[in-house]
């Protein structure tokens, strides 16, 4: 079988300014939260310190940005991602808790219709905090291009809107990474043979997902760790 996965190694927003208009059927992705922290130096402490007690793998960037300044990059690289998809295309891009208010005006402003929430439960085995509820949820934000489209209204396929999956730490490849199974949950509305986008494409679950499914995945990574671990994990050559 044809790989027809792509990474790229770079910031996301000149290599999307480079792309023709309507490329993808779909933008899947999850971005920096800039989260992680109920104070300013919480929130800047390495992504190592912030999501886990061991460093098991390579750190990331562009996760210390204030509210301000991380809605008005996700507004930039939305409505980047919008120009890219096609009519009645999708997005769905993950949050966490915090994120969530800044995410979904985000999109809104890039000029995406909004049309729900996707829950991922990650099981009572989840970061526990104490004397509070537990950390066990995160969301993926749905909206599309417009109209949703005749070509992709499926009456026989009615995706739960909450997937529970436990992540298994042998599983990881990525310090914040999602699993395959999920990714693979947000794509059972797409059209065969989809073209999608992942503009931080980590250590490459939305690729994985795609080549599971015979779609077609464009993947672009900041981090050149993350890079060479996409690349080997979906056993793609590295760029020179």
């Given amino acids: 079988m044809t790989n027809t996965q792509t990474m790229?190694?770079?910031?996301?927003?000149?290599?999307?300014?480079?792309?023709?208009?309507?490329?993808?059927?779909?933008?899947?992705?999850?971005?920096?939260?800039?989260?992680g922290g109920l104070t300013t130096a919480d929130?800047?402490?390495?992504?190592?310190?912030?999501?886990?007690?061991?460093?098991?793998?390579?750190?990331?960037?562009?996760?210390?940005?204030?509210?301000?300044?991380?809605?008005?990059?996700?507004?930039?690289?939305m409505a980047e991602a919008l120009r890219l998809t096609r009519e009645g295309g999708w997005l769905m891009v993950c949050s966490d808790?915090?994120?969530?208010?800044?995410?979904?005006?985000?999109?809104?402003v890039a000029g995406w219709t909004w049309r729900s929430i996707v829950v991922w439960d990650k099981t009572e085995?989840?970061?526990?905090?104490?004397?509070?509820?537990?950390?066990q949820v995160e969301f993926v934000l749905v909206a599309t291009r417009?109209?949703?489209g005749k070509e992709q209204y499926r009456p026989r396929v009615f995706p739960a809107g909450v997937f529970r999956h436990y992540l298994k730490?042998?599983?990881?490849?990525?310090?914040?990474g999602k699993p395959v199974p999920l990714m693979a949950h947000l794509m059972t509305v797409l059209p065969a043979q989809s073209r999608i986008l992942d503009p931080f494409a980590g250590s490459g679950s939305t690729l994985a997902a795609a080549q599971n499914l015979g779609h077609a995945a464009t993947?672009?990574?900041?981090?050149?760790?993350?890079?060479?671990?996409?690349?080997n994990r979906l056993g793609l050559a590295l760029a020179s």
């Avoid at 808790?97 to 809104?108: F, G, K, N």
Wanted: overall charge positive; hydrophobic content about 35%.
């Fill in 8 to 35: 790229i190694q770079g910031d996301c927003l000149p290599f999307m300014k480079a792309m023709p208009d309507a490329s993808f059927d779909a933008v899947i992705t999850d971005p920096p939260y800039a989260s």
């Fill in 43 to 77: 929130r800047k402490a390495s992504p190592v310190r912030k999501y886990i007690s061991r460093d098991r793998h390579p750190s990331f960037d562009s996760d210390t940005r204030d509210q301000r300044s991380h809605f008005m990059w996700s507004v930039m690289w």
């Fill in 97 to 108: 808790w915090r994120q969530l208010p800044t995410t979904s005006d985000a999109l809104q």
């Fill in 125 to 135: 085995a989840a970061r526990p905090h104490q004397g509070m509820f537990r950390n």
């Fill in 146 to 148: 417009g109209s949703i």
């Fill in 169 to 176: 730490p042998a599983d990881k490849h990525h310090l914040t």
């Fill in 219 to 231: 993947g672009i990574e900041l981090s050149p760790e993350y890079y060479r671990i996409a690349c």
